[in-house]
């Protein structure tokens, strides 16, 4: 079996023309929509913690690390993936390019499975969405990261459908470059939910 070399994506950056968008511009309305709504959910967190923090720190303790961890894991190679898929494209390589981004969906599925592995086991552990002031953050926060997540991989799958029917080259890869930023937006959000609920307790 041929390995998949990793694509050196510095160069690739160097031949793109200064000033330019990565993607569309109404993709980027999409995206400052996701990062103002999150800003505003982010607020409620800290206001809530900050009227509440006996609450916050014992909630965190009850919660699966590792659920957390392995969710973030999916998140960040599924964007490393898409980077590759983007960056392999540029530089011609349309079978690779497709490859990559098979991969990354493949990886970005893990992630709606393993919250729902969490959910359960929250739910055996007695936790719910009246749990507390905490839990009631949490699962708000997460859920509605979630359901951008889902945005992005039904995405991810209209992406891949029209890259396999030819839609894209190395002349003209906007759409595919236009779901790599929003995938990297959602991964940027969870990196930041992260550290709220399952570390700084």
């Known amino acids: 079996m041929t390995a998949i070399a990793i694509p050196d994506l510095e160069p690739l950056r160097e031949e793109q023309p200064k000033g330019r968008v990565p993607g569309n511009k109404g993709m980027w309305v999409g995206i400052s929509c996701e990062f103002v709504e999150f800003l505003v959910l982010f607020v409620v967190y ?12 014992q909630g965190g303790e009850r919660l699966s690390r ?17 980077a590759c898929s983007v ?14 981004l098979v991969a ?9 499975v393993a919250k729902y592995l969490e959910i359960q086991w929250n739910l055996a552990h007695g936790i719910n969405g009246e ?8 699962y708000y926060l997460t859920l509605n ?11 991810i799958l209209w992406v891949l459908a ?26 940027i959000i969870w990196l930041v939910i992260f550290p709220f609920f399952y570390v700084l307790v």
Do not use: K, N, Q
């Not at 749990?131 to 949490?138: D, L, R, W």
């Open 46 to 57: 800290f206001i809530a913690r900050a009227h509440f923090p006996e609450a916050f720190e």
């Open 131 to 138: 749990s507390g002031i905490f839990f009631t953050v949490y």
């Open 162 to 187: 029209r890259h396999l029917a030819g839609g894209y080259s190395t002349e003209d890869y906007s759409g595919l470059e236009a779901l790599a930023c929003y995938w990297h937006a959602t991964d």
């Open 66 to 82: 590792l659920a957390g961890t392995a969710i973030t894991l999916l998140m960040v190679t599924s964007s490393f993936f898409i």
């Open 87 to 100: 960056a392999t494209l540029r530089a011609g390589r349309r079978r690779a390019s497709i490859v990559w």
């Open 145 to 155: 990261h979630l359901v951008h997540a889902t945005w992005g991989i039904l995405g």
């Open 104 to 112: 990354g969906l493949v990886v970005a599925l893990g992630y709606p």
